[in-house]
Structure formats: structure tokens, C-alpha cells
């Protein structure tokens, strides 16, 4: 395969979901050329492609002005748990309004009862800063936004790896057309380049492995950003802790929080401290305050847990069902209806699955920087914050005008081109392995054998069960193994097989990086459990674990919380 086209661009954003759309209408704004690169469609891409109907947001008339103090509040909720530099929840929460305001104007419905109406993931008593919205339509403003503003969309791009040149800047990137039955090679020269392609689906298994794409979020989200940003000797982060999802057991939707009623027991008693009836105001925090429940009580003999709307009001119960779609739970209201569910009677159990590795990846700055030049990162690869599509965003928003402002800076006007040996050595290499699966075509071996093995391993030697340095060893070598054996056998008869075997070595990648850092944490916290050091080491209270990779080696390290 050979490269026969090349295209060039100031800011090269790879992934259209909510922050990859963001910035991408922030620097067209900023008069930057910008190209987006999406394997989907932007139309419908990303964890937002079937809606979102909460959004994170501190708004000045509504919470009053004292933002330190809604800092120590929103603290204790969904979107600002442990795993999250506060100086990156400030960044975002505090720009969180102007998102708002943004996306009001570009036709999303940011207050569909007439005003700011915020709900759930809040204690009692305390201000609420869940925006309740109408999001079904989020995908597609932003995308008409965008091309409104000139950026130019590719659709059926997947980008395989982050080009440098011999300085170790940011030079562009590599891409593979995946719109035709045969793919083509094409090379983005862009001084400028933005990650935000989205956490890890397909790494673990689901709660039906039968059918891979079954997913609480966007199945085609799977780590590349991640690995191409690690190989390019970008620091990840947290990427040993579990990030699960919470939903109605083998239905694999998320969603928790658009539901109004009590997490309970088999009996129908509220488990958790904090509400004693149905709310729609608040919901349930119980969910966020000890994510561990559903597995901690399945394990202790004292389960299952359940969804208990039998106490909701009639009235809540429609505006919740009405309310569903615009989080993507359409299909859960489908099979309410469908085998007539009374939820006035009956209870939902409720458990997690799908280890996604959300907010677990890139190491970014306050201005959406990674440790190399010209490479910026937002939304669910980014693994220092949280904050779903408000951070996804305002990063995006931020990293915009970052990058805006390093090539200002750039002295002497200097050309970034991908034409050096650095990133041609890069170019080469890539395309060879594109090859080799394209002459095995279906001849080779499928993908999907090696993503269910992949999941197999994941779940039995780095679950959220068991690890411990013997049982994270082993899966480390059998993932080894079926690595070398998937680059050796797989094969792709057409660009759509092609992009799935791709999917799956990231996935092998980025598995890698788990076991090395799941085997470097020796304690337990939160839901990271080892059998062999079962308690807390107080020494790491506050501090991140990042891996990197420098001249070849392979570096781990914690760092203070910021």
C-alpha cells in the first residue's frame, strides 16, 4: 500500500464525538484550517450518539458566586470522584456555562422545561449541578455547527498513529480511508493534533460476549487514541482502575441517574442512608457514593440489588420514560412496552458491567496539553478528569485555543511536514502490517475470535475480581501470545474487516498497559482490588499512577493529584 494522498491542515482533530465537534467549530472560529477525522459519522458517533440528558454545569444565577464553594460541593459527586485533578475540574466546570450557552444557540435544548431545571447525582440539601437538557440532537447540531464554520469532515477515517519529526514535535498523522472496499493510505500534515477519540469498549467482556457490539457506549470506541498517543510517548493515566457502568443486569445500558426510584434490596428496602422515597429532584446518590455495591453485596450473599420505582409517582414515572431517549435508553423503553412491564410492581435488578475504561488514558494539562509538542487530548481518553461531554467540551473548547496559540508561536514560521525519516520510518512500518492483513484477507484469522480471547484474558487475569502478581503475570504473557499471534494470522478481505482487526491490536496495546500498571499498584482502593495486598498504602492517598515509554523503555511512575 502506498500513500496517495496527503492533506494539509493547521489542526487535525482525531475523533468527532463532543470534543472532538467542539474544538473543531472553536478553532475554525479561530481562523485555523481544520480537518476532523472520524471512522463513524459524526452524525452519530461517540458516547453521545444516542443523547445524553444531564449535563455537569456550574451556572452563576442559579448557584450564586462563591465557585470554591461549589467546587467542595459538586466534590462528592458522579462526575468528580477520585480519579480527577481538581485543577482539571476547575478548568472545566468553571468554563462549564459557556458550553451552555453555546449550545443553546446552536439549536440543543438546554432547558426544555423553560428553565434551569437541574436533577440528580446530588445529597440532599445540597445545590444540584446536573443540568437536566434535551441532548438527542447533540451530534447533529454540532456537526451542522461545524460545517457551517468550514471545517471539513471526514467521515470513514480511522487514524492508526500520531506522526513526529526528528525534533519530537507534532508533525501530522496517518490515517486509513475506510469508505471503499479497499482502504487508502493518507498522510495529515498538521503542526497540530487533538485525541479525542473516546474510552475502551470491547476490552472486557459485555454482559452477552456473544455480541461484541453490545455495549453500554459506542462499540467503535476502542483505545486507538490511547495507544497512538502512548507509542508516540504520551504519559497515561489511571489506567489500572476499573471504570464500570451501572444499568439494568444483562440490558447493557447506563444511564443511572435518569432513574427515578431507590436502590434497594430483594425486599424492596431502600439500601443506602440518603432517601427514603423517590425523587426526581434528587435521585438516588447511593450509586455514586459506593459504586462497589452491586458486585460488594452480589459477593456477601446479601444481593441482588435493585432499581425500585414501585414507590414513583405516576407522574414521575412518564417524565422519566419521556426523559430516556434523549440518554440513549430508547430501547429500554421499548421493551417496557413490549412485554408490558409495570414498574409500579415490579423491581429492576441493577448491576454493573463493562469495564470501559472511561476517563482512563491520556495525561493532559489545564490548557488540553499532552507532554509532546503540538498534541492535545480531550474527552473519555483523557484520564485525569472527568465530567462525560461538559469537560469532553470545554477540553476541547480549551485545547482549540491551545493549539491556536502554539502555532503562533512556532519561530520563524517553521513547516511542519511528515516527509523526515523520523515519521516516514513510522509511515512504513504501519502500512507493512496493513499489508500482510490484506494479503491474508480471508484467509487469515478473524477478528472476532481474537477480540473475544482478548476479552476472555481481560476478564479472567486483570477482571475486577481477582488480580494479584501471580494471576496479572500470566494474563500479561498469554496476552503476549496472542498478540504475536494475531499479527502473524489475522486477516481482512475489505477496509471494514481491516478497521476491526486494527480495533483489536489497540485493544492488545492498551490491555498491556493495564497489566504492567495493575501489576505496579500493590494495594487495594476503590474498586482496584488485589488479593495479595488487600489493604489501602496511605503513601499513594492523592497520587496517580502514569506509564510512559522513553527510548524504548517502559517508565511507571505516581504523581501527586494536582
Partial sequence: MQVKRRIQTDFLVIGGGVGGMQAAIEAAALGLRV????KADTRRSGCAGSGNDHFACYIPEYHGTNFEFVLREIAGTLESDQWQDISLLRVWMGRSFEIVQKWEEWGINMRPSGTWCFEGHTYPGQKKYYLKIKGDNIKSALTKK????????????????ILKNAN?????????DISKDVPEAVVFDAPTVLIATGLISRMYPGVNPGFLFNTSCCPAATGGGHAMAFRAGARLINMEIPAPYVGPKYFQRGGRGSWIGLVSDINGSPIGPYMDKPSREYGDILVDVWPEIFRDKYQDGSGPVYMNCTRTDDEDLEYMLDSFPSEGLASVVDYID????????????????NNDLNARGIEISTDASTNIPGLFATGNAVGNTRGSSTAAAVFGMVAARSAADYIKKMSGGEQFT?????????ICQRLELVDGILKRGSGGAGWREANGTLQSIMHDYAGYDVRSDRILRAGLHYLGLLRDCSLSELGASNAHELCRVLEVLEMMETARIVFITSINRRESRGLFKRQDYPEQDHRLDHKYQTIGEVDGKIIVDFRDRR
Avoid at 471539513?152 to 477515517?157: L, R, T
Avoid at 511528515?418 to 513510522?426: I, K, L, T, V
Wanted: with cysteine; hydrophobic share 40%; proline share 0%.
Fill in 418 to 426: 511528515s516527509g523526515d525519516d523520523a515519521s516516514n520510518a513510522c
Fill in 168 to 176: 519530537g514535535q507534532v508533525c501530522g498523522a496517518l490515517g486509513l
Fill in 146 to 161: 461545524a460545517l457551517n464554520c468550514g471545517v471539513e469532515i471526514m467521515n470513514k477515517m480511522t487514524v492508526t498513529d
Fill in 338 to 353: 413490549q412485554y408490558n412491564v409495570d414498574l409500579k410492581r415490579q423491581m429492576i435488578e441493577f448491576y454493573s458491567y
Fill in 35 to 38: 480537518v476532523v477525522a472520524e
